[in-house]
């Protein structure tokens, strides 16, 4: 059983990795880079990513590539050793873009980080995230290029 102080740490954990996902679809730079140390390293299928500036053209890269991006932190287990940590995050990834004939599709993800963070003046950060694909898939989403709500956007089904 976990000690509360354990507790806090874990959920300060999952706090920093769930950061970096919002950061991600906001397409906020200063909050994505600022959930790494100095030195860290980002592993994933579009690049390894290797120090702030490079880090800092991730957000940007995204929003070329994708109208949209979600994505959900869906479990997370951290062993913690002092200032060290490592962990398991498993997540949800969904990229929304429009093919050539102006149909929305999302490429989702199932994906697991494997993770390693650092205690900075009492802040975890990440040290070094690997992305693994655990499974991927595409769809149409039926969603029309510019709506705004979801009952714009959702088409009828009748049974």
Known sequence: ??????????IALRAT????????DRRDVDM???QFTP??????PRGRFVGYEELAGVPPMMKRLYQRTHHGVVGMV??????RATAQTN?????????GADVEHCYAMTIRYDDTFRAI????????????????TTFATGRR????????????TKP
């Open 78 to 83: 951290p062993v913690i050793t002092g200032d």
């Open 121 to 136: 003046d009492d802040k975890w950060l990440i040290e070094s995230r690997r992305l693994v694909l655990v499974g991927d």
């Open 145 to 156: 290029p510019g709506a705004t709500d979801n009952a714009t956007s959702i088409r009828e």
């Open 1 to 10: 059983m976990a000690s509360r102080d354990q507790l806090l740490e874990i």
């Open 17 to 24: 990795a769930e950061r970096y996902a919002m950061a991600v």
């Open 39 to 44: 030195d860290e390293i980002l592993e994933a």
């Open 91 to 99: 997540a949800i990834a969904r990229h929304y873009y429009c093919d």
């Open 32 to 34: 994505f880079v600022a």
